[in-house]
């Protein structure tokens, strides 16, 4: 309700601001775009069970907004898939590149094609119009895992809708626990072939660099990567657990001018701190473990109950967004301030509209995208399939941060900002967050 009235308010001082409210998207099932009468097949085969289908992953480009399903359970037709832009609220799911590709049956074997995604949870698309993807290459995680084809790196063209790219990660850089989150990609210079992927192993508490140019990955490791025992426990969506995730997401800073390197700014999921390392650390495989270890910084603490799934950077604004999980909301720190709690407020949070933010996106037009997904009831619970259970909003970004204290600053702000951190700008309290 909070939020309602708060978009009320803005429709009614920013006429022409879009409000995040209603959701752009929404679902009380996922269903597909199927072909012929594959439906019924699919669900008499086990193909597709429709309740066991919840998307964790978004990304935009162009018209297309990618939608990303883990195969957590059985019956998920296809892992990756878009919806467009222009489309309904509730339209059905495109599997990409195609059906064919895309498609996994209920006892597959192996993969069908090399585009073939079996199992994702986030995508990235880079600035050479390519997608990225890393498959777990599993199916039916929670219970029976299995797996389909070894983890893997894609990338697919998105002019052309052609895979250009497949790695496969060598079992000697994964573990028994291991399971990547999300995929980072830091492209080198002007051209589109110097390029690194950092892949959180949120499971086994490591970084995976890749190199496309070497066609080689390798694997980092950091006590820093681990979670911290005081932000492990949760409470969402009425559903009480405890996570011992490490790092599930990561962002890049812009390349700094003098030496070319970035900062890969990172957090364990169960964790409230905000750390960051130079890609100097990870785009060189020989770097000695010691520079690594001391290479990492503490940049500061978000405050209580701030644990986020994922993380995003708006770098016109210099804006970063966590989904904020135990706050079902979003909050925002402006990069240019110190990471103090009053420097991360949360600035949108609805207990029904944002019970469980799983994903966070800024897309190339400067639009923040927000996907939730009541994703501790699907988990460990059993959700309610006649309610919406699946939502992604979006607003652009200068909509959202205006009047907060993550505006951006002018630089006479900036530079008072260190002398006086502390803003009478608009966040929302605590009371809106404990509230569910
Ligand atoms: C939506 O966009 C797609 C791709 O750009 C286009 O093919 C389609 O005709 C559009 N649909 C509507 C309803 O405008
Ligand atoms: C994948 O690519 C490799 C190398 O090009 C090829 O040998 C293999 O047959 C392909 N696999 C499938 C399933 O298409
Ligand atoms: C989570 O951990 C806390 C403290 O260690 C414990 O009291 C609680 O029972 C655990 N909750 C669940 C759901 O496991
Ligand atoms: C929110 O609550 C935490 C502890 O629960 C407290 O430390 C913090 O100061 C509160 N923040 C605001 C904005 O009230
Ligand atoms: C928190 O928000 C509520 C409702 O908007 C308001 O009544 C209360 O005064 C606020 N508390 C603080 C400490 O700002």
């Known amino acids: 309700m909070q939020t309602t009235i708060f978009c009320l308010i803005m429709i009614i001082i920013f006429k022409d601001s879009q409000c995040l409210l209603p959701p752009k998207f929404q679902w009380k099932t996922i269903d597909f775009a199927w072909e012929g009468n594959a439906r019924e097949a699919a669900l008499k085969s086990g193909a597709y069970i429709p309740e066991h289908n919840m998307p964790t992953g978004i990304e935009r480009w162009k018209d297309k907004l990618f939608v990303t399903i883990p195969r957590w359970k059985r019956g998920v037709p296809a892992s990756l898939n878009y919806i467009y832009l222009n489309g309904s609220q509730s339209q059905p799911l495109n599997p990409y590149p195609s059906w064919g590709e895309a498609f996994v049956s ?34 039916d995680m929670t219970r029976e895992l299995r797996q389909v084809t070894p983890p893997a790196i894609l990338v697919f063209d ?56 070497q066609r080689e990955a390798w694997r980092v490791e950091h006590h820093y990567f681990h ?28 390349t700094r001018k003098a030496s070319g ?23 060189d495989k020989n770097v000695p473990q010691d520079n690594i270890f001391s290479g990492v910084e503490v940049v500061g603490e978000r405050g209580a109950k701030s644990q986020a799934t994922a993380c995003d950077l708006d770098p016109n604004s210099n804006v970063m967004f966590y989904t904020q999980l135990s706050k079902n909301g979003v909050s925002c720190w402006n990069m240019d301030k110190p990471l103090t709690e009053e420097n991360v407020p ?27 997904n009541r994703q501790s009831r699907f988990i460990y619970e059993s959700m309610d399939f006649s309610q ?25 702000g900036r530079a008072l900002s260190f002398i006086r951190p502390k803003s009478n700008k608009k966040s929302l309290n605590n009371s809106t967050a404990t509230s569910c």
């Not at 509209?353 to 996106?361: A, G, H, N, Q, Y």
Request: glycine share 4%; proline share 4%.
């Open 388 to 412: 919406v259970n699946f939502r992604i909003l979006t607003a652009p970004v200068k909509t959202i941060i205006q009047d907060t204290p993550c505006e951006k600053l002018s630089t006479m």
């Open 227 to 254: 979670f911290d025992p005081h932000a492990a426990v949760y409470k969402v969506g009425g559903v009480d657990f405890n996570w011992s995730d490490g790092v599930s997401s990561a962002v890049l800073s812009p």
């Open 158 to 213: 998105l002019n052309t809708d052609k895979l250009v790219h497949r790695y496969e990660i060598k079992d000697e850089l994964l573990r028994d626990s291991s399971v990547l989150t999300s995929i980072v990609v830091d492209t080198v210079g002007k051209g589109c072939e110097d390029v690194f992927a950092y892949i959180p192993d949120m499971g086994s508490n490591a970084l995976l660099v890749y190199s496309l140019a």
């Open 261 to 283: 390197f970035r900062e890969l700014y990172f957090h364990p999921t169960s964790s409230t701190k905000q750390f960051r390392m130079s890609t100097k650390f990870l785009r």
């Open 106 to 139: 209920k006892a597959a074997c192996c993969i069908s094609a090399n585009s073939t995604v079996v199992s994702t949870f986030r995508v990235h698309v880079d600035r050479c119009d390519r997608l990225w993807v890393v498959d777990n290459g599993v199916a």
């Open 346 to 372: 949360l600035i949108i949070s609805d207990c029904t509209v944002l019970e469980f933010p799983s994903d966070i996106k800024v897309d190339h037009g400067g639009n923040l995208w927000i996907l939730s």
